[in-house]
């Protein structure tokens, strides 16, 4: 995806703002926010950061299961599940 066609500078947002949410809510595109000439700021739609934030939290599990796998901090099915049977008497 190009960012480069949903460049837009603050004067823009702050004379369409709704309708820059409406844009935000439909594309599902980020809109990158300028001030001077620079890229100050991104705006996304509600739906679009919520999937962002559940992929980076995926992505986090995976690279602590890779940083266990790589200290060797691993258990066999067999091991985990004789602890959950355990721990069912127990509860």
């Given at each position: 995806m190009r960012y480069s066609t949903q460049v837009r500078?603050?004067?823009?947002l702050k004379a369409n703002a709704a309708e820059v949410l409406?844009?935000?809510?439909?594309q599902r595109e980020p809109l990158l926010i300028t001030q001077n000439g620079e890229a100050k700021a991104v705006l996304q739609d509600v739906a679009s950061?919520?999937?962002?934030?559940?992929?980076?939290?995926?992505l986090?599990?995976?690279a602590?299961?890779?940083q266990e796998i790589a200290a060797n901090q691993v258990s066999s099915v067999a091991e985990v599940a004789?602890?959950?049977r355990t721990r069912?008497?127990?509860g």
């Open positions: 500078p603050i004067s823009y409406v844009q935000l809510t439909e950061f919520e999937e962002t934030q559940q992929t980076l939290a995926l986090k599990i995976l602590l299961g890779n004789a602890r959950l069912k008497k127990v």
